[in-house]
């Protein structure tokens, strides 16, 4: 079964730094793109950022110079680095990853647990 493992997240300071990581474990054949997602409460989750299995970023424009996303392709897992962190940046971060099971297979949409990050003022 394949799952997806978030940790990071937590509570800082305006101003402060937090890291996300989220690993994929299980059996499968190979992993595409990977990204990270946020839902604030009582809004829509968003994309926050996401990356291509080659490596090209792209960042939501209220995230772009202070997050940066990377991967491990032989760890199977996603960074979320996030600097200068704001009071709106508060939200429950979601890591996604479009995993294939086979080699014949189709890339199906998988999402982790969600870990919670807050932003004090």
């Known amino acids: 079964q394949v799952q997806l493992v978030e940790s990071g997240g937590g509570l800082v300071q305006a101003g402060g730094s937090l890291g996300l990581s989220c690993a994929a474990s299980?059996?499968?054949?190979?992993?595409?793109?990977m990204g990270w997602y946020r839902q604030a409460p009582g809004k829509q989750r968003e994309l926050v950022a996401g990356i291509t299995s080659g490596g090209n970023t792209n960042y939501a424009d209220s995230v772009k110079g202070r997050f940066t996303i990377s991967r491990d392709n032989a760890k199977n897992t996603v960074y979320l680095q996030m600097n200068t962190l704001k009071p709106e940046d508060t939200a429950v971060y979601y890591c996604?990853?479009?995993?294939?099971?086979?080699?014949?297979?189709?890339?199906?949409?998988?999402w982790g647990q969600g870990t919670q990050v807050t932003v004090s003022s």
């Open positions: 996604n990853a479009g995993i294939r099971i086979a080699s014949w297979g189709t890339y199906n949409n998988y």
């Open positions: 299980g059996n499968f054949f190979s992993i595409n793109g």
